[in-house]
Nanobody, 118 residues
Framework: QVQLQESGPGLVKPSQTLSLSCTVS??????????WSWIRQPPGKGLEWMGAILADGSTYYSPSLKSRTSISRDTSNNQFSLQLSSVTPEDTAMYYCTRGRDYAIDYWGQGTQVTVSS
């Protein structure tokens, strides 16, 4: 059973960089055919895919967030991370890390609430 756990600060000030980590257990982030994504859901809105890092380390980003988003990984600790720069209150959301396989998401983290406020 693969488990994902998000971690990071729950409150970020406007213009700062939001940094979150996802610790994965029960499976390796380098397993061929897997992809590891960050998805968010602002209050009252739908899910928004932000970007992903694949098992081979390549990254893909949502065009609307690409200029502010960076996803990286630490294979020794089986973690991957999200950095979102220049945040505004519109970046307030529940942030989820997920695993994808065969073009579908099969595991989700429980999510972590991030609020952008001064």
């Amino acid at each position: 059973q693969v488990q994902l756990q998000e971690s990071g600060p729950g409150l970020v000030k406007p213009s700062q960089t939001l940094s979150l980590s996802c610790t994965v257990s029960g499976g390796s982030i380098t397993t061929s055919g897997t992809d590891w994504s960050w998805i968010r859901q602002p209050p009252g809105k739908g899910l928004e895919w932000m970007g992903a890092i694949l098992a081979d380390g390549s990254t893909y980003y949502s065009p609307s967030l690409k200029s502010r988003t960076s996803i990286s990984r630490d294979t020794s600790n089986n973690q991957f991370s999200l950095q979102l720069s220049s945040v505004t209150p519109e970046d307030t959301a529940m942030y989820y890390c997920t695993r994808g396989r065969d073009y579908a998401i099969d595991y989700w983290g429980q999510g972590t609430q991030v609020t952008v406020s001064s």
